[in-house]
């Protein structure tokens, strides 16, 4: 059984521990990957993504606007691989 979790983000591919305390944001930014955010609690959007494959999950409710398949990695963990693509909105 597999400790990690595979994250895929346009041209990005890492992975990440199962069960991680970390925000998707944060777990981004220890991969170097620049992400716009302005709050890291789901009040402004700006973090918003595109969930194209894969499951997260919300540690606190987005206040923002949620289009379908839309997700926001400053306050959701990764559930199981992803496959994730940035908003160009």
Do not use: W
């Amino acid at each position: 059984m597999s400790t990690s979790i595979i994250i895929y983000i346009n041209q990005y591919c890492f992975s990440s521990p199962k069960k991680s305390k970390h925000s998707l944001l944060e777990v981004m930014e220890d991969q170097h990957i620049e992400v716009n955010y302005q709050c890291r609690n789901g009040f402004c959007g700006a973090c918003r993504m595109q969930l194209l494959k894969g499951k997260v999950i919300y540690f606190c409710e987005p206040l923002a606007y949620l289009a379908e398949k839309s997700i926001l990695p400053c306050c959701c963990r990764v559930e199981e691989d992803v496959i994730l693509s940035f908003c160009l909105d």
